[in-house]
């Protein structure tokens, strides 16, 4: 029998439309899916009626399968001449373990390819008006891991980042949020600098909590929130407040 592809398949940041059209096509003819916990169910429910779909999700501290059960399986239905997707929230190759899955099918022999989705820093700064890079603001950004593999706080260089990046986007900060403020102003990082909670962004239940690098975490705590959330630091942050100040004059005007 001949041999099946894997498609390893980036469903985007919440919105089921932010989806691309070449990972909506790949699910509409999947024969088997494998999503995680975050991939929006419209996007489960465009598989045809009888594709099997498997969750492996993981949460923090619980898991629904080991990384290397989920590599077993696509290999193995793939060998079976299967068009197995593997369905990521975000995009595969970014805090998404899809390199790891990668690696795992070119060792088997096992065809497969990579369809990229819009990750979550990408997404959320578009519907949070906080641009990544803003011209005179903003020349550079960076999106780093807030919690490392062990589970505790991510060991990346918080003295460099604290001074070398614009646009700073930790993705799964929030439980290692007091540790990573106190880090960055340890450092020399200005306790005024603006700074952005974003939870669950580009979806319906988006809220987005503005504040300064100071208040993070107080802020944090005072508005419950809770995973998914990503963190924005740098004085682009600032945008936000100022297209908002225009829209409302705008609409002044208009009404008045």
Known sequence: MSRGLVSIVGAGPGDPELITVKALKRIQSADVILY???VNDQLLAE???GTLRIYCGKAPGLHAMTQEMI???LAAHAAEGKQVV???????FIFGRGGEEAIVLAQAGIPFE???GITSAVGTSASSFIPLTHRGVASSFACVTGTGSDGNVSSVRWDLLAHSVDTLVIYMGISQLPQIQQALLYHGKNGCTPAALIERGTTSQERIITGTLAELHSLALSQNVSNPALIMIGEAVRVREQVIQLQLAANTSLTG
């Open 86 to 92: 593997r369905l990521k929230g975000g995009d595969p």
């Open 114 to 116: 990579v369809i990229p």
């Open 71 to 73: 590599g077993r399986i």
């Open 47 to 49: 598989a045809r009626e």
């Open 36 to 38: 995680d916990r975050l």
